[in-house]
C-alpha cells in the first residue's frame, strides 16, 4: 500500500459505512424473525389459496434480477466516478491545482466506493425484504429459504477499512492509467 496512513483515515468513513450496511441486514432478519414468530403462533397475513405461490415467485424473479443488476451496477458505478474525477482533475490541473493531491483523489474515490457499496445493499435489501413480505403472505419455504439467502448475500457485503482500502489503491492504479492514456 503506498499510504500507509490510509487505513486510519478510512476508520471512521468505513465504520458509518458498515452501520449503514449492518442495519440493513438487521432490518431483513428482524422483519423475518418477528414474521416466523407471528407464523408460528398460528397468525394468517394473506389468503394462500387466492395467490397461490404467485407472489413468492415474483420476489424470487426480482431478486434473481438484483443478483444480475448487481453484477453491472458497481462497475458503472466505479468507472462513472472515475470518469468524473479524471475531468474534475484534468479541469484542476489547467488551473494549476493538482485537484487536491492524493488526499483529494483519496477523498473522491472514498466518496465513490460509498455510493457503490450503498447502491448495492439496497439492492440486496429491497429484493431481500419484497420476499420477507411474500413469506409473510404465502408462507412457502421457498420464500423463506429465497430470505435468508438475500440477507446472506447482503452480509457478504459488509465493508471492512482493507476492503476498502484495497479498492481505492486499486482504482488510484486505473486512474493513472486512464490519465496517461488521455495525455
Known sequence: MSDPNLQDKLAQPIQVLQIIVGAMVL???????VII??????????APAATGSLITYVAIAYAVGAV???????????SAGRQKILRETAGSADDGDAAGG???EVDKLLGVFRTKTIITAALFE?????VVVAYMIEGTSL???????LAVLLAYHFPTRSAAAGWIEDQRRLLEQEQMLNR
Do not use: E, H, K
Open 27 to 33: 432490518g431483513i432478519v428482524a422483519f423475518l424473525a
Open 37 to 46: 414468530a407471528l407464523r408460528a403462533g398460528g397468525q394468517a397475513f394473506g
Open 143 to 149: 420464500a423463506l429459504l429465497g430470505a435468508i439467502v
Open 68 to 78: 444480475l443488476v448487481r453484477a453491472i451496477i458497481p462497475s458503472v458505478v466505479t
Open 102 to 104: 492524493n488526499g483529494g
Open 126 to 130: 429491497g429484493a431481500g425484504l419484497f
